[in-house]
C-alpha cells in the first residue's frame, strides 16, 4: 500500500521533485487512466497547500468532460478553446492565470478560485485531457508550479502505457 509522506513546501524545487518521485511511486505498475487519474488528483490535492480544487477534464470528441478530481463539485463539460482548460487545449500549451477574473471567457465553477493552472496531458501524440489546478488566492501559481505539474502530467501520461 503506498503511503504518502510529508512535503516540504518551503523549497519550491525540492517540493515538486519530492512530490514527482512520489506520483512514480504512487501510479507503478498501473495503467487504468481513471484509477491513475483519481490517485494522482488526491495526491495533488493533499499535498500541494492553497488549493481549493485539483482535478482532471478528459478528452471526449470536441470537449472536455469531467474526470476524478478534488474539490467542491465542478462544471462538467467544456469546449474546446472555451475557459481556462479548453484554452489550454486549443493551444496545446499550459496556461497559468494569476487572477481568473481578468481571463477573458473564465468558467467559474467555484467563486472562491482567483487563480488557475491547467496543464494539458499528452499520450500518443495527442492531448487527451488536461490536469487542472484552483486556487482562493490570487497569483498562488508561478512558473516552478507551471514546471511542476507539466512533469507530474508527463508521469501520469506515461504511466498509461501504450
Not at 482567483?114 to 499520450?123: A, F, G, M, N, Q
Not at 492531448?127 to 512533469?151: K, M
Amino acid at each position: 500500500m503506498f503511503q504518502a509522506a510529508a512535503i516540504d513546501t518551503e523549497d519550491k524545487a525540492t517540493f515538486h521533485r519530492d512530490l514527482a518521485q512520489q506520483l512514480r511511486g504512487l501510479l507503478a505498475g498501473e495503467t487504468n487512466l481513471i484509477a491513475n487519474a483519481a490517485n494522482t488528483s488526491a495526491l495533488i490535492y493533499q499535498s500541494m497547500p492553497d488549493l481549493n480544487w485539483a482535478g482532471f477534464y478528459l478528452m471526449d470528441g470536441n470537449e472536455l468532460v469531467l474526470g476524478p478530481f478534488q474539490g467542491k463539485v465542478a462544471c462538467v463539460r467544456i469546449p474546446v478553446g472555451r475557459g481556462v482548460c479548453g484554452t489550454a487545449v486549443k493551444e496545446d500549451r499550459s496556461v497559468l492565470v494569476e487572477d481568473v477574473h481578468a481571463f477573458p471567457g473564465h468558467i467559474a465553477c467555484d467563486s472562491a478560485s482567483r487563480s488557475e493552472l491547467v496543464v494539458p496531458i499528452r499520450h500518443g501524440g495527442r492531448v487527451i485531457g488536461v490536469i487542472d489546478l484552483d486556487s482562493p488566492s490570487p497569483a498562488r501559481f508561478d512558473a516552478d508550479d507551471q514546471r511542476g505539474l507539466e512533469a507530474l502530467a508527463e508521469i501520469f501520461a506515461a504511466s498509461l502505457g501504450n
